[in-house]
């Protein structure tokens, strides 16, 4: 008998690498909120929010936050965002992804961070930033921050087994999914839905710019 081929479920949800210190913001974090400050923004989302370590921050610097991810991440969060919304007034809601491709939210910038480099598929990727694209102003940005090179993934893929353009773990019963992705390859993926590269930004092992509808 032939063995039965296995299903691949993977949870993007699980993927992404917990911030060091909740308490103080990362520097993709504070490189979104500086740059969005500047450009004089008010209405943003945060697009894949995950278990909310970038959102006090990105609650404190705006006027109005829109919160963006799964179905399967708002049960793991529906806590956290009782919480939140009693603590920051800036706090506009919560859409799932699926919900949110639909919609036409009109914000002023989008965040993505730590996002794209977990979803397993070209399509997937470009789904999202055409839905993003869609959301946004005319003229509005988005701003995009992926893990580049980084150790923890490094040494995380010597134990990988390859899949579509990159990589899945085991976590049980599921996998996370990862790509080294490239700033070429990034930019090619925003370009194909629309936007406009405006601005680069260096920061060590990541790949981070920003770009405008």
Known sequence: MRNKKEEVIIR??????????????????????????????????EIGCGLLPNTPHILQGFPLVTLVDTKHQYIRIKGKLDEISK???SFNKFIDSESFQNKRMQFDGAIMINLL?????????????????????????LF??????????????????AYTDGY??????????????????????????????????????????ICQK
Do not use: W
């Open 87 to 89: 603590l920051y007034p």
């Open 12 to 45: 993007p949800e699980y993927s992404a690498v917990g911030a060091k210190n909740p308490n103080k913001p990362s520097r993709a974090v504070n490189a979104a909120i500086s740059a969005f400050k500047k450009l004089k923004l008010s209405s943003v989302a």
């Open 117 to 141: 480099h977990v979803l397993p598929t070209v399509e997937g990727r470009l789904k999202l930033l055409k839905g993003v694209y869609e959301n946004l102003k005319k003229e509005g940005f």
């Open 144 to 161: 995009i921050d992926v893990p580049r090179n980084e150790t923890f993934y490094r040494n995380l893929v010597k134990t990988a087994r």
């Open 168 to 209: 899945i773990m085991r976590r049980g019963n599921y996998y996370t999914f990862y790509k080294n992705m490239s700033f070429e390859e990034i930019t090619a993926c925003t370009e194909k839905v629309g936007f406009r590269l405006t601005q680069r930004i260096y920061l060590g092992h990541r790949v981070t710019f």
